[in-house]
């Protein structure tokens, strides 16, 4: 099965203990889905970890490094898609799903709510909770 998995569930498993947590968890011990990810994904991630003067209060600036030299390591990245309308309310979220559907994803899991709330859901959006339960 293959997955996108959208920045605010990385960041939320870097912060805390929840279902986003496990998800990775599971990604980083080998889980039994593909992860599809490209350079956009992990470049709004570093720029979350490192830049936003809040999140020091969950997560050092030095283990968000780590976190992000892991997940580095781990993945292949694909090719940024290109932009195309989809119909969402936020277009930021737009290239998740060419990318989902590019690569044949069967889910982009997320906890954003336009990407939740969108009426098309090709392929669905769901909560890192919901996923878990479909592993």
Same mark, same amino acid.
């Given at each position: 099965m293959k997955v996108v998995i959208d920045t605010n569930?990385?960041?939320?498993a870097a912060i805390r203990q929840a279902p986003s947590h496990e998800l990775i968890q599971r990604w980083m011990a080998g889980a039994e889905f593909e992860l599809i990810m490209?350079? $956009?994904? &992990? %470049? $709004? !991630?570093t720029e979350a970890l490192t830049t936003r003067v809040r999140l020091r209060r969950w997560i050092? !600036? $030095?283990?968000?490094?780590?976190?992000? %030299?892991?997940?580095?390591t781990l993945v292949d990245l694909v090719t940024d898609p290109p932009r195309e309308e989809h119909g969402i309310r936020d277009d930021? %979220?737009?290239? &998740?799903?060419t990318l989902a559907r590019t690569h044949g994803c069967e889910y982009?899991?997320?906890?954003?709510?336009?990407? !939740? $709330?969108w009426t098309v859901q090709v392929p669905p959006c769901i909560m890192p909770a919901d996923f878990l339960q479909k592993l």
């Open positions: 569930v990385w960041v939320s490209c350079r $956009e994904i &992990l %470049d $709004e !991630l050092s !600036l $030095e283990l968000a490094n780590s976190y992000l %030299d892991m997940i580095s930021d %979220d737009s290239y &998740l799903v982009i899991v997320t906890g954003d709510k336009h990407l !939740l $709330e």
